[in-house]
């Protein structure tokens, strides 16, 4: 990372000094004062103005491939939080997610690179301790006004003494953006979100013969996994056919129905997420879904699988085609079936889409496809299979956002439990916090 000029310190020097006389030292900065219009090179400048009621515009004209944001520095004190929010709205911009980005930098007293207050995996690195990498605010939600906003909570370094904000336009031919409501502040260091994950591990077929034994089959394990504290319990694909029948048309049902009701019922009892594997009749069309049950009985949402083997396709399964992500208790949870694992545009779809844990029924499939989604995605995953566990084969566990299995079911009818922190970043070495640069970096389709 390139150091900031001696002008540029002498100038952050000079407006800490005035941040401190005016006794506003640390306190919400006003937005439209101090921003400076910069790009990558004088070629690629777009155009911009600074509103009176602050709001802070960027317009390209049609030229392909310009390049520029507005730029402030603010003065942190190590070791603290800050918050930073703004309302995004663009204008003919075709992927604005990638376009309208916003960076955050951390510079020292002297606009030296400073240490990173997250520690990375030492098994890759020999080190736990990693140079502080830019961070990049997310899309959260977009209002009535088609504005979206962009925040973030981030710990400032020890030896960081200036954090450099850019709000960007960029590579959007004829395209521009307002960023409104732009604020920087100190915060309270957020607490830890912990979500207890579980996975029941079972081979069911041959032991029930109908669609309601399979069912009951799992309450025990339901229950165990719940009396673990589990606030989510992924069980297998298909339940409702492993073991009855080949023919799944033959049990498909609606949604809500008996299946879904009988969830309910242990969900609510047991205070928990439930995913349940089963076909959806909807008219002459069966689906192979995933449905997310909720601690007070409902249907919270399901999932079509996307991705059909030519095994469904020859018994008449209809593909899904959307990538819901829903919202729980505890977080974002979206879910995949099986086949989904083997490519990799459904597990992106669903971390685009917000998903920071993604449930997967799965009747079996390669367990290093499972740790590449995770990886690629920043992503916990729940895996259940009827996989053997002593094959080198799909496995029911619960993986990290590196792709490590941390728990991994080792006897059938058992379950696998995992306490995760989803407020703890995942910080590599050389890239930082990646989940956060993936809507930001990552290719566009056409189209989207």
Same mark, same amino acid.
Request: hydrophobic residues 40%; charged residues 25%; negative net charge.
């Given at each position: ?33 101090? &921003? ?12 911009? +103005? ?22 402030? +520095? ?6 603290? &939080? ?23 930098? &951390? !510079? ?43 925040? *973030?909570? !981030? ?22 953006? +307002? ?27 041959? =032991? ?53 009701? !009988? ?9 928990? !997420? ?26 919270? *949402? ?134 956060? =640069? ?11």
């Amino acid at each position: 990372m390139a150091t900031l000029s001696d002008s540029r310190y002498k100038a952050g020097m000079k407006a800490l000094t005035v941040w401190i006389v005016l006794g506003v030292f640390f306190h919400t900065a006003v937005a439209g004062t101090d &921003w400076e219009l910069k790009s990558p090179r004088p070629e690629l400048s777009v155009s911009g +103005e600074i509103r009176d009621d602050g709001t802070l515009t960027l317009s390209s004209d049609e030229q392909e491939g310009l390049n520029g944001y507005w730029e402030k +520095e603010f003065p942190v004190e190590g070791d603290t &939080w800050v918050q930073f929010h703004a309302l995004r709205k663009a204008t003919a911009v075709p992927h604005e997610r990638r376009s309208c980005a916003v960076r955050i930098e &951390w !510079y020292g007293d002297k606009g030296q690179v400073v240490k990173s207050p997250h520690r990375v995996n030492p098994a890759y690195f020999g080190s736990e301790t990693a140079s502080a990498r830019p961070d990049f605010p997310r899309d959260k939600s977009r209002d009535s006004e088609g504005r979206m906003e962009v925040s *973030g909570v !981030y710990p400032v370094p020890t030896d960081a003494t200036r954090a450099v904000v850019q709000l960007h336009l960029r590579w959007a031919p004829g395209g521009s953006v +307002e960023w409104q409501d732009v604020k920087w502040q100190t915060v309270e260091a957020p607490g830890p979100r912990p979500v207890t994950l579980a996975s029941v591990h079972t081979q069911l077929a041959g =032991r029930g013969r109908t669609v309601m034994e399979n069912c009951e089959l799992l309450r025990p394990l339901i229950e165990k996994a719940a009396g673990q504290g589990a606030d989510l319990i992924v069980l297998p694909e298909l339940l409702t056919c492993k073991g009855v029948t080949h023919d799944y048309a033959s049990v498909a049902e609606s949604i809500p129905g008996p299946t879904t009701a !009988y969830f309910g019922e242990l969900a609510k009892k047991h205070d928990c !997420y439930l995913v349940v594997g089963m076909p959806e009749r909807v008219d002459h069309l069966v689906y192979n879904v995933a449905v997310l049950i909720g601690p007070e009985g409902e249907v919270v *949402g399901k999932y079509r699988k996307v991705t059909l083997p030519r095994e469904e396709i020859a018994r008449g399964i209809a593909p899904g085609d959307e990538y819901p992500v829903f919202e729980t208790r505890f977080g974002k949870v979206g879910m995949m079936i099986c086949y989904d694992v083997f490519f990799p545009e459904v597990a992106r779809e669903l971390a685009m889409n917000g998903a920071e844990i993604i449930a997967l029924p799965i009747w079996g499939g390669n367990p290093r496809l499972a740790a590449a989604r995770c990886a690629e995605n920043g992503v916990f995953l729940v895996s259940s299979t009827y996989t053997d566990h002593e094959k080198d084969w799909m496995k029911s566990a619960v993986w990290n956002r590196e792709g490590d299995r941390l728990v991994t079911a080792e006897t059938w009818e058992s379950v696998v439990v995992q306490e995760v922190d989803l407020n703890q970043p995942t910080y590599w070495y050389g890239l930082g916090d990646f989940q956060s =640069r993936i809507a930001r970096e990552a290719p566009v389709r056409v189209g989207e």
